[in-house]
């Protein structure tokens, strides 16, 4: 779906060479030695990565790379080992997020939502969408002495809720319970109250994941729209056919670090993907067909892997969404958005 807004998105990354860590024209975010251990596992081992403003980034990388605990930390919701990160507002100032809480981080206009969508069920959608509303200024207590400001505030968060329900045609179940709504609506409500702070990054963990292709084309609009109203957004998502029609470019995570960057078309032709994506003997036995053919055989044979990597809807599912996983093929199962439990290795 070519925007205007995406081909300024990916013009602006068009000389941009195709390097792991290689720097941006215009970066909203900067981070840099962010890593994070678990125990003797090194989850995240970033040296240097630049998002570039108003553009669709893709975080991709097979399980276990690291992608939902780089969004914990770079959102607050976990604490890193080392490093630090920026945040570049347009007008051309930098705050530094590192040791923010989630909400301070928020307040700068960086959000996210989580791979296992944290709707509370016996909330009503609407009651939902206040959760996400920035601090009332209700609750200070000069401004508790001014009901024309609380008023004010109130009426103003009541309208930006109606505004996002409009939008993300979620109007019509306002009042019933988030628990009633399809997996696929839950990730809209989501997305939906993220946007309650009128953020400048969003950052969507597999926004697309156990959503029903129906659902799957309108959350893929809804992606493109965010970037097209001027945010910018980083999305992890396992499929290379949405990551093909919707991102400027692509940042490929694999044992915690960044491997390749570039446009979609460069990822599927990068060795160092392909090798990731299919290891030891899987990548043999693709090599050996890869001979018979050309570049793209080897492409469609890490778009098998990059497919399988995620538990996605079953109804749409193509001969590659059949075959047999290997050994990255499991499904993410290590709630690994219990973010911020960890005991050990805090500073
Ligand atoms: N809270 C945690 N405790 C221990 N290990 C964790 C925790 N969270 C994630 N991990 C491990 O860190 C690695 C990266 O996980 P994760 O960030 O969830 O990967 P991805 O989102 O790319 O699938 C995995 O090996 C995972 O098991
Ligand atoms: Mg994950």
Redesign the pocket.
């Known amino acids: 779906m070519p925007t205007e807004t995406a081909a300024t998105g990916a013009a602006a990354l068009e000389d941009v060479q195709r390097v792991p860590g290689v720097a941006k024209p215009d970066p909203i975010l900067v981070a840099d030695h962010v890593s994070r251990r678990?125990?003797g596992?090194k989850?995240?081992d970033v040296e240097h990565l630049e998002i570039q403003r108003g553009t669709i980034t893709a975080l991709i990388?097979p399980?276990?790379?690291?992608?939902?605990?780089?969004f914990n930390l770079l959102t607050g919701f976990d604490t890193p080992n080392t490093g630090s990160w920026e945040f570049h507002a347009d007008d051309g100032s930098a705050t530094i997020l590192t040791g923010m809480s989630p909400h301070a981080v928020a307040r700068t206009g960086l959000v996210r939502t989580f791979?296992l969508t944290k709707s509370l069920t016996r909330m009503s959608v609407v009651e939902n969408m206040r959760l996400g509303a920035p601090a009332n200024p209700g609750e200070s207590m000069l401004r508790a002495l001014l009901p024309g400001t609380w008023r004010g505030y109130e009426k103003q968060i009541q309208g930006r809720v109606d505004e996002l329900l409009v939008q993300f045609k979620l109007d019509h179940m306002r009042d019933e319970y988030a628990g009633t709504l399809s997996g696929g609506q839950r990730k809209l409500l989501e997305m939906a109250r993220s946007l309650m702070v009128d953020p400048d990054l969003v950052c969507l963990d597999e926004p697309m994941a156990g959503v029903n292709p129906a659902l799957t084309q309108s959350l893929l609009r809804h992606v493109v729209d965010l970037r097209d109203r001027g945010m910018t957004v980083v999305f992890?998502e396992h499929d290379m056919d949405v990551v093909r029609e919707i991102a400027d470019w692509v940042v490929v995570?694999a044992e915690?670090r960044v491997i390749s960057e570039g446009p979609p078309d460069h990822i599927g032709n990068d060795p160092a993907v392909v090798e990731a994506y299919l290891g030891g003997k899987a990548a043999g036995a693709r090599r050996e067909v890869d001979t018979t053919g050309p570049s793209a055989a080897r492409q469609t044979a890490t778009d098998d892997r990059l497919r399988g990597g995620s538990p996605r809807a079953a109804p749409d599912a193509g001969p590659a969404d059949v075959a047999p996983p290997g050994p990255t093929g499991t499904t993410?199962a290590?709630g690994?958005d219990?973010a911020g439990?960890?005991e050990e290795d805090d500073q």
């Open positions: 678990f125990g596992l989850a995240v990388g399980n276990g790379a690291g992608k939902t605990t780089f791979q992890v995570l915690g993410d290590t690994a219990g439990t960890h």
